[in-house]
């Protein structure tokens, strides 16, 4: 069994694990077939067929969510790996077009 976070959140292996910083990823994974270090997808004959449409998506999404979009905290936001990515109170937040005030 396979404990992605074990090297997801290793700093000796990633600098800094936990800031986001897409940046890192640059030029490192050009095999698009996974890699030991690089576990989001599985790796091997079993790489997920979705990894290239959901990087995409995921993609899009950022793009139009940072420019047409603003967001701000109401409330939650607490984080727990265990290993998983978990918001116990959940992760509210208002958006608004990028135009237009806060009301
Ligand atoms: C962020 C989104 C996704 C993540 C994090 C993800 C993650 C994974 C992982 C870790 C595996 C390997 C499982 C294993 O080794 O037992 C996998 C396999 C697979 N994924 Fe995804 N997946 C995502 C999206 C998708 C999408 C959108 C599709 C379909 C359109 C998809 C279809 C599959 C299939 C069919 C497999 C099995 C491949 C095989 O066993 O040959 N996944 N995925």
């Given at each position: 069994?396979?404990?992605?976070?074990?090297?997801?959140?290793?700093?000796?292996?990633?600098?800094?694990?936990?800031?986001?910083?897409?940046?890192?990823?640059?030029?490192?994974?050009?095999?698009?077939?996974?890699?030991k270090?690089?576990?989001?997808?599985?790796?091997?004959?079993?790489?997920?067929?979705?990894?290239?449409?959901?990087?995409?998506?995921?993609?899009?999404?950022?793009?139009?969510?940072?420019?047409?979009?603003?967001?701000?905290?109401?409330k939650?936001?607490?984080?727990?790996?265990?290993?998983?990515?978990?918001?116990?109170?959940?992760?509210?937040?208002?958006?608004?077009?990028?135009?237009?005030?806060?009301?």
């Open positions: 069994m396979i404990y992605p976070p074990a090297t997801h959140l290793n700093p000796h292996i990633h600098e800094d694990p936990l800031t986001f910083n897409p940046s890192r990823w640059k030029g490192k994974l050009e095999s698009n077939r996974g890699e270090n690089y576990l989001v997808f599985g790796g091997g004959i079993r790489y997920c067929v979705g990894a290239e449409f959901s990087k995409m998506e995921m993609a899009i999404f950022l793009h139009y969510f940072v420019t047409k979009c603003r967001w701000k905290d109401i939650g936001g607490n984080i727990v790996r265990s290993p998983g990515l978990e918001f116990p109170d959940g992760y509210h937040i208002q958006i608004m077009p990028k135009n237009i005030g806060v009301l």
